[in-house]
């Protein structure tokens, strides 16, 4: 799945759009509808350096997997 190649690509490191559209091979934007759903979903966040909006998968805390099944 396209959605999948996005967070493959994150597991090297925080990366822009505009590199993830190039590692994955698809358009910039379809890149942004994927990121902001992972946003949504807890996979992902962003985060400014030297000026420029990075994405990077998300750490999970350990107080999340504490109240997993509650």
Excluded: C, H
């Excluded at 505009?18 to 698809?26: K, V």
């Amino acid at each position: 799945m396209k959605n999948r190649r996005v967070l493959e690509v994150l597991e090297n490191g925080p990366m822009s759009l505009e590199e993830i559209s190039s590692a994955t091979g698809l358009k910039t934007l379809e890149v942004r509808k994927y990121l902001l759903r992972f946003v949504e979903q807890g996979k992902v966040e962003s985060f400014q350096k030297d000026g420029k909006l990075l994405w990077k998968l998300r750490e999970k805390r350990p107080e999340e997997d504490e109240f997993k099944y509650v």
